[in-house]
C-alpha cells in the first residue's frame, strides 16, 4: 500500500502559498454556491447527450457538502442511451468536479478536522493512498468530499487522485446507468 501523512500543524512561511489556498477555498465554495443555485436548471443539460450528461456529473460533483441530482439523471439517462456510454461521460465528469474538494484540501485540516468522518477516513486513505479514493468514489457514499479534502490535504499526486477516482466514478456510473437500462425494460415488461 502507499501510505500517505497529512502534515500537521505545519505553517507555511511564504504568503504565495497562503494566497494559493485562499483562492482554492474560494473557487471551490463560488463552485459550490453556483451549482447548488441553479440546481433545478442542472437536469435540462441531459438533453444535449453524452456531453450534458459529462456536465451534470461535474456540476453534480463538484459541490462540496451540498446534494446535487447526478447520479438520479445517470440513471434515467442510462435508459435512453448506451449505458457504457453514459457511465464513461458520468465517470469522466464526476471525478474532474470532485477536483473542487481535492483542491480544498490545500486549506489544510482545519475546514474537516473537527467533522467525525473526518477521522474515520483520513486513517484509511493515509494507509491506503490511491486504493482507498478508487474504493470510496466507486460506492455511492456521502463521504467522498472528504476523502478528496484528505487527499489535497496528504498531497497526494493529482494524476493518481484523478486516475484512481476517475476508474471509481466509472465503475459507481456504470451501476447507475445499467439499473436505469435494466429497471426501465423490467416495468415496461411487467405491464405487457
Known amino acids: ?19 494559493l489556498r485562499i483562492a482554492a477555498i474560494l473557487t471551490v465554495v463560488g463552485i459550490t454556491v453556483y451549482i447548488y443555485s441553479i440546481r433545478d436548471r442542472v437536469e435540462g443539460f441531459a ?17 462540496v457538502f451540498l446534494p446535487a441530482p447526478g447520479v438520479a439523471v445517470v ?37 474537516v478536522g473537527r467533522i467525525d468522518v473526518y477521522n474515520k477516513i483520513s486513517p484509511w486513505i493515509e494507509k491506503y493512498g490511491s486504493w482507498a479514493i478508487l474504493v470510496l468514489s466507486a460506492i455511492p457514499n456521502p463521504f467522498f468530499d472528504i476523502a478528496g479534502i484528505v487527499a489535497g490535504m496528504a498531497k497526494m499526486k493529482l494524476w493518481r487522485f484523478l486516475l484512481f477516482c476517475w476508474i471509481g466514478q466509472i465503475i459507481k456510473m456504470a451501476m447507475f446507468a445499467f439499473a436505469g437500462a435494466y429497471s426501465i425494460d423490467w416495468i415496461v415488461s411487467f405491464f405487457n
Open 75 to 111: 440513471f434515467t439517462m442510462g435508459s435512453i442511451f448506451n449505458p457504457i456510454g453514459v457511465a464513461l461521460a458520468a465517470g469522466t465528469g464526476g471525478a474532474l468536479g470532485e477536483l473542487s474538494g481535492y483542491l480544498a484540501g490545500f486549506s489544510g485540516q482545519a475546514v
Open 47 to 63: 438533453a444535449y447527450g453524452y456531453p450534458g450528461i459529462f456536465l451534470i456529473a461535474l456540476m453534480a460533483n463538484a459541490t
Open 1 to 19: 500500500m502507499e501510505g500517505l501523512k497529512i502534515k500537521k500543524g505545519r505553517k507555511s512561511s511564504t504568503n504565495g502559498l497562503t494566497v
